[in-house]
T-cell receptor, first 116, second 111 residues
Framework: AQTVTQSQPEMSVQEAETVTLSCTYDTSESNYYLFWYKQPPSRQMILVIR??????QNATENRFSVNFQKAAKSFSLKISDSQLGDTAMYFC?????????????FGTGTRLKVLA | DTAVSQTPKYLVTQMGNDKSIKCEQNLGHDTMYWYKQDSKKFLKIMFSYNNKELIINETVPNRFSPKSPDKAHLNLHINSLELGDSAVYFC??????????FGPGTRLTVL
């Protein structure tokens, strides 16, 4: 069975500092997508960053970057220069690229609080 | 323009009632989903449709019935509501890049 594990239920970081959220997954697939989604108190789910497993290069979106370690099945999210608006639940998600399969599997989330 | 919209955003109802949640996307995506997010924020897929065809049907009580009249719409009907159905229900759609676009969620409270 495919699973996604986020081992940090809660984290906090001082404004302007850097924080890393961890995510590991288990799969026998070789080709898949990985995502980080953010859910602020407004409850809207927002895509933060995506990574395709066949790409070696780590994805980056402004202050957000990932450390993708395919062999270790690890996909951590680094937030640089943390801002108060980054306070949210963060979900790691996995989706296999198997043809006809559109099933996303989400981790249990990490609640991040950015402190002023 | 809202990409994925859901109505209503809040729904409070009595146990035993039947209710529907509507979802529409204007992104031209072929695939749509329903998720349930429980009180611990755990997000679990319930159903997925691709071009009006049901492709994922997780272990969901048959009181839940999705309907996709066209590929831009995916509605969720729930019969005989129970206390345990209280949750936030999210509709989502995905296109060729496979990233999901979520609706604002519907908070369902069953009394």
């Amino acid at each position: 069975a495919q699973t996604v594990t986020q081992s940090q239920p809660e984290m906090s970081v001082q404004e302007a500092e850097t924080v890393t959220l961890s995510c590991t997954y288990d799969t026998s697939e070789s080709n898949y997508y990985l995502f980080w989604y953010k859910q602020p108190p407004s409850r809207q789910m927002i895509l933060v960053i995506r990574q395709e497993a066949y790409k070696q290069q780590n994805a980056t979106e402004n202050r957000f970057s990932v450390n993708f370690q395919k062999a270790a099945k690890s996909f951590s999210l680094k937030i640089s220069d943390s801002q108060l608006g980054d306070t949210a639940m963060y979900f790691c998600a996995f989706m296999p690229r198997t043809s006809g399969t559109y099933k996303y599997i989400f981790g249990t989330g990490t609640r991040l609080k950015v402190l002023a | 323009d809202t990409a994925v919209s859901q109505t209503p955003k809040y729904l409070v109802t009595q146990m035993g009632n039947d209710k529907s949640i509507k979802c529409e996307q204007n992104l031209g995506h072929d695939t749509m989903y329903w998720y349930k997010q429980d009180s611990k924020k755990f997000l679990k897929i319930m159903f997925s449709y691709n071009n009006k065809e049901l492709i994922i049907n997780e272990t969901v009580p048959n009181r839940f019935s999705p309907k996709s009249p066209d590929k831009a719409h995916l509605n969720l009907h729930i019969n005989s509501l129970e206390l345990g159905d209280s949750a936030v229900y999210f509709c989502a759609s995905s296109g060729l890049e496979n990233e999901q676009f979520f609706g604002p969620g519907t908070r369902l409270t069953v009394l």
